[in-house]
C-alpha cells in the first residue's frame, strides 16, 4: 500500500512563492495520473492539478498560469510548485491518485497566504 507524505507548506505573504513536495511510500511508476487537491475547511476536496506518468499536465482554472505541477517517478515524489499566491490559495493540500488506486490520503500540508 503506497503512502503520502506532503510537506513544504507554510505561512507566505501574497505574491510570494512555495514548492510543495509529495512523497510516496513505494513506486508511483505505475500510477498513470497524479494530482494535488486543497481543501479549505468546510469545503469540499477541489483538484488544483494532475500530471500523468509521461508528464502531461492539466490545471484548474485557479491555478493556470501560476503553477506547476511536476513528477520525479524515480524519487517517487510530486511537486507543486506555486507562484504568485493570493489568500485564496490558502487550504491544506494533498496529493493523490484517482480514487481506483485506492490510496489513502496523507495529512495535507497547510499552505496559508496572507494579504
Known amino acids: 500500500q503506497v503512502q503520502l507524505v506532503e510537506s513544504g507548506g507554510g505561512l507566505v505573504q501574497a505574491g510570494g512563492s512555495l514548492t510543495l513536495s509529495c512523497a510516496a511510500s513505494?513506486?508511483?511508476?505505475?500510477?498513470?495520473?497524479m494530482g494535488w487537491y486543497r481543501q479549505v475547511r468546510g469545503k469540499q476536496r477541489e483538484l488544483v492539478a494532475t500530471?500523468?506518468?509521461?508528464?502531461?499536465?492539466n490545471y484548474a482554472d485557479s491555478g493556470k498560469g501560476r503553477f506547476t505541477i511536476s513528477r520525479d517517478n524515480a524519487k517517487n515524489t510530486v511537486y507543486l510548485r506555486m507562484n504568485s499566491l493570493k489568500p485564496e490559495d490558502t487550504a491544506v493540500y494533498y496529493c493523490?491518485?484517482?480514487?481506483?488506486?485506492?490510496?489513502?490520503w496523507g495529512q495535507g500540508t497547510q499552505v496559508t497566504v496572507s494579504s
Open positions: 513505494g513506486s508511483i511508476f505505475s500510477i498513470n495520473v
Open positions: 500530471i500523468t506518468r509521461g508528464g502531461s499536465t
Open positions: 493523490n491518485a484517482p480514487p481506483n488506486y485506492g490510496i489513502n
